[in-house]
């Protein structure tokens, strides 16, 4: 190529000062930032499918994704195995509400997975008809394939980049809509309450630095999860709790926050998720011994193609809490990262991992140097996904009015106390959509009119807090110190296996670091893509949730689902079948409350899998 | 004590200088770090300043796209072993206007994006209670290989046609037109043909094939333009042999 032409371009992107100044200008003179009906927070599968909806529920409305990054950079393009919805015939929308019940240890909203199974089916194919390259029959049906805690195979998938497929469905789909107005790479940094309800945020565009107040009639918050509130995740550098701090910080509480899901297989060292569907197709769990060692923890017997429910098949909540136990048996491999076990799909051959499980076998061949067909793969669990988030209720609605939430920075709750794989998606969809009908609606209502005086004024509060760590000198310690610190501490308090001890400790710990964040360092002062200053408020969303993990784990005392505390080692149905809900009191102190489960029609009962 | 490795990484903050500069960065050098992986420790242990987009860091989300020794890199996918003993020069994409140090302007790209129509166009909208459109796994394996794209930009970094025509819509969204052109499920080839079969569509490549060589994901844009000028070159014989008969 000629080398000549290829050039950076230097100079050219140059409206930055003209455009903050323009904007400084307005504010100066009191005028207004841009006004939308509904404001979507995130642009994922959850906030694209919320977007299409507003748009089409009521084509007055003004609709507008502000989104951290371009759309299609979003978490949930890292989604692999699949979509759960009911769609074969012999299969039942009870079967998938009792597998999805039972599955998170009867700590689920009953009615709103009765709400979830039901609509799923309508989304996937709402998606089919969008253009989603799903997995196909020889027949040209959509294939579906099992997955952990699921008794049928009810799974949809477009190979193993399931998630890569729907959010650039979704992303291209949107693009028809001319009336979704993007802001892409804008950072919000609060959320504008005035008379108990929600009127807008404020955000930074990171390519100019310029300090912006959008107004909106309701708000939709889609910022997924909080995995790098952890140390070893899956989870992409960008899922950082955002949405869940705003909400929290605004006086909305969140729900079931100390529920933590660790996906079984982890690569070491990355954290890069190998799915689930790679047991699915016949994978199998062996430990040091080359014994499936599953069969040890009451997942049943070990045969040689998979059964439902069963094994490898089990929930990911008892598979995580297998690992640990056999590395107390002294039964895992000792790696360079740590204890693993292995991940055997050698027997599936090549063919079967190629067609059905090829990004599995990309991912191993780039970050392990191995070739899944001839050689197992280390795995170890890791931090994937959150089963609590902001409180919604059915329709996506959050106690403060205007404000509402889906996908994963939402809890509904579908997901209980240990979400089943392939529900996540389809609940990005079903409720974003949910989400975005009732925003719709709340907005064509409440009108649009300008914002508030009191708006105006917290707004002019949360820039000056903005240009005050902006302009932060001889600040003490790099965000990236205090960070790692966090992560490290909430690892070792709420991981896999808690306790009041380790909990304490932890909750010790996150009151030092929020005292020394308060101090930190920020070297760049730059108005032009600060990735420090963002990082600076990322930082400050994860110690606000880290918090509220931590909170809610210690006053849960029993065990159910992903919340294992060594010291109440029973699930206690008296006392705590019910939500936890934290609000952020005055002055930054917190207070759990807790809310019954809604019980329709499936009553509490063991968990049983593999008999 | 860990290998070194220096990275050599281009800075550039317009508000300071008008000009880009490079800064040395000196990292360990593990066996299993990428490229992306030796910029996380120059942010957070050395220089809190320097600016880069990531985000997955598994070679999903088409953030971190760099230039690494002369060559377009997703910088999650490319390992430092790979360049010992160094130095490593890290720059930003080629062809786009750059913001701050390694990150660019992608506006463009999006703004071209939806001309040609990346969405599934049917004459008629069916209701989802119909059930779903069949496709076969062959009808699938048409188009499949172009849905692969991350629009990660590696390809508008490559061609050369980019750096020269402004107007050019360039191998991402050709081949995500193409996509949507092939999927036995779509009717709206004719609709994206005003725009494909243009100078500033199709007709604008040259098929130097640098974007296929660049793609990370096997997507072959260069393909798919050549495949699209057959169409196309066969669309307009027709239309001119028989201008009765509807595109």
């Keep these: 190529m000629s080398t000549t032409t290829a050039a950076p371009r230097y100079g050219r992107s140059g409206t930055t000062a003209s455009r903050l100044g323009e904007s400084l200008a307005r504010t100066m003179a009191g005028e207004a930032g841009p006004a939308h009906d509904v404001l979507v927070i995130g642009g994922g599968g959850a906030g694209l499918r919320a977007a299409i909806a507003v748009a089409e529920a009521d084509a007055r409305l003004s609709v507008a994704v502000v989104s951290k990054v371009y759309p299609m950079r979003s978490h949930t393009v890292s989604a692999e195995g699949g979509a759960a919805g009911v769609i074969r015939a012999g299969d039942s929308l009870d079967e998938h509400a009792h597998d999805t019940i039972s599955g998170g240890d009867w700590l689920c909203d009953q009615a709103a997975v009765e709400a979830f199974v039901a609509e799923a089916p309508g989304e996937l194919l709402g998606l089919e008809r969008w253009g989603c390259p799903w997995s196909r029959e020889p027949d040209g049906h959509v294939a579906v394939r099992p997955f952990g805690g699921m008794r049928q195979l009810r799974t949809w998938f477009a190979a193993d980049k399931t998630g890569f497929h729907m959010l650039h469905t979704l992303f291209q789909t949107s693009l028809r809509y001319e009336r979704i107005t993007r802001y892409d790479e804008w950072f919000v940094t609060g959320l504008l309450v005035d008379d108990g309800r929600v009127r807008g945020v404020v955000a930074i565009e990171l390519m100019s630095g310029r300090i912006e107040t959008i107004t909106a009639g309701a708000v939709i918050l889609c910022t997924g999860g909080c995995g790098r509130v952890y140390p070893f995740t899956t989870n992409a550098g960008i899922k950082t709790g955002d949405g869940m701090a705003l909400a929290y910080r605004a006086g909305a509480p969140l729900k079931d926050m100390e529920f933590v899901q660790y996906h079984p297989t982890g690569l070491p060292f990355t954290g890069i998720l190998i799915t689930e569907a790679a047991r699915a197709e016949g994978g199998w769990l062996l430990n040091k011994d080359g014994y499936r060692y599953l069969q040890d923890y009451d997942l049943g017997r070990p045969g040689p193609t998979p059964v439902l429910r069963s094994m490898e098949l089990g929930p990911r909540d008892r598979l995580s809490q297998a690992f640990v136990k056999e590395v107390e048996k002294g039964r895992a491999i000792d790696g360079p990262h740590g204890f693993v076990v292995h991940l055997d799909l050698r027997h599936l051959g090549k063919d079967l991992i190629t067609a059905r499980l090829p990004f599995v076998r990309e991912l191993c061949l780039e970050y392990e140097g191995i070739d899944p067909a001839r050689q197992l793969i280390p795995v170890r669990p890791v931090v994937h996904y959150m089963m609590g988030g902001i409180h919604t209720d059915i329709h996506g609605a959050t106690p403060l009015p205007g404000l509402y939430a889906a996908g994963e920075t939402a809890c509904v709750s579908i997901n209980g106390a240990n979400r089943l794989g392939s529900n996540s998606l389809p609940e990005c969809l079903v409720f974003g959509a949910r989400a975005g009908r009732a925003a719709a609606e709340y907005a064509a209502a409440a009108g649009s009119a300008g914002p508030p005086a009191p708006v105006r004024a917290q707004a002019a509060d949360e820039r000056r807090r903005l240009e005050g760590l902006l302009h932060r000198d001889g600040g003490r310690e790099p965000i990236a110190a205090i960070r790692t610190e966090m992560q490290r501490a909430v690892e070792e308090g709420a991981g896999i296996y808690r306790s009041a001890d380790s909990l304490a400790k932890a909750a010790d710990k996150l009151c030092e670091l929020r005292e020394r964040y308060a101090v930190a360092r920020i070297e760049d002062h730059s108005r032009t893509f600060n990735t420090e200053l963002i990082a600076a408020l990322e930082l400050s969303c994860m110690l606000d949730v880290a918090e509220t993990i931590v909170r809610c784990a210690q006053s849960r005392e029993e065990s159910r689902g992903a919340h294992q505390r060594i010291d109440f080692p029973a699930r206690d149905d008296k006392r705590f079948l019910a939500s936890s809900l934290i609000y952020r009191g005055a002055g930054g102190a917190s207070r759990v409350e807790y809310l019954p489960v809604t019980i329709t029609r499936w009553t509490p009962a063991e968990r049983v899998y593999g008999r | ?247």
């Design chain 2, 1 to 247: 004590m860990a290998d070194q490795i220096i990275l050599q990484v281009t800075r550039y903050r317009p508000e300071r200088e008008p000009e880009p500069t490079t800064q040395e960065y000196e990292i360990p050098l593990h066996e299993e770090w990428a490229v992306l992986d030796g910029l996380n420790h120059v942010k957070d242990h050395l220089d809190g300043t320097l600016s880069y987009r990531w985000s997955c860091r598994m070679g999903i989300c088409g953030s971190c796209g760099m230039t690494v020794n002369g060559d377009p890199r997703l910088t999650c996918a490319t390992f430092l072993t790979d360049y010992r003993p160094g130095p490593i020069r890290i720059e930003p994409l080629r062809n786009f206007p750059v913001i701050r140090d390694l990150v660019v302007e992608i506006g463009d790209f999006m703004r071209k994006l939806p001309k040609v129509k990346p969405w599934l166009i049917r004459a008629e909208d069916a209701a989802a209670t119909d059930g779903e459109l069949l496709q076969t796994p062959a009808d699938l394996d048409e188009y499949k290989q172009y849905s692969m794209c991350i629009n990660c930009m590696l390809c508008y970094s490559a061609c050369p046609i980019v750096g020269l025509e402004e107007g050019f819509l360039g191998p991402a969204a050709i081949a995500l037109a193409q996509r949507y052109n092939l999927d036995s499920r779509d009717q709206g080839a004719h609709e994206r043909m005003d725009v494909l079969s243009t100078a500033d569509g199709v007709w604008g490549c040259t098929f130097v094939g640098e974007c296929t060589t660049a793609c990370p994901k096997d997507v072959d844009p260069a393909g798919a333009i050549q495949r699209y000028k057959l169409t196309a070159a066969a669309e307009s014989l027709r239309s001119f042999l028989l201008p009765w008969r509807p595109a």
